[in-house]
């Protein structure tokens, strides 16, 4: 369990912040090349003020995304911990910051396409794509829009925050074990 008043000085320095987005609050840690992502298991309801909760599934889903991330596109994202607040699970992880910028829609699904990645749906701006996983099969990475991807100075797409779709929790469990994730 970590100390939610560190990491909440994190995220104090407002030149350190990158961003906030459906799941996460993003900071960048500078001294480490890495950010630091804090994953609040509540989702909220901006028109009436409702606080509902994810259901264990979804963090379990969340956190094994991570898992794919990292064997399928070589990432490097760590779990840090976890801290509770108001009632409320926080999931803390790192990842390595990515010097470059967000591509067009077309640059994403092109350079995608050139890693060995199949747009789903090609002419439509459904992000979603196939990713070739070995032995555990083709998995349908979801997600993959503008934002969550960024494009290197050496043209390298590295999809970032992305998620991974099974057909419920039996194929998702399947793909880790053949995988040796689990």
Known sequence: MLDPCEIHRLFEVPENILGRGMEHVVAVLFDEGR???????????????????????????YLTDHLLANHLFGDDIVL??????????????????????????????????????MHESPGTLQARFWVDAGEAGKLLATDVHEDNVIISRTKVAHPIDVHFTFGGRGPRLEALAKLKLL
């Open 35 to 61: 950010v630091v992502k804090d994953y609040d298991t509540r989702l909220f309801n901006e028109d009436t003020g409702e606080v509902f909760y994810k259901p264990a599934e979804l963090v379990f889903d």
């Open 80 to 117: 840090k911990g976890f801290y509770e607040e108001h009632g409320s699970l926080h999931v803390v992880i790192t990842q390595p910051f990515i010097e470059g910028r967000h591509p067009s829609w077309d640059e994403l699904v092109t350079l995608l396409e050139q890693q060995g990645l």
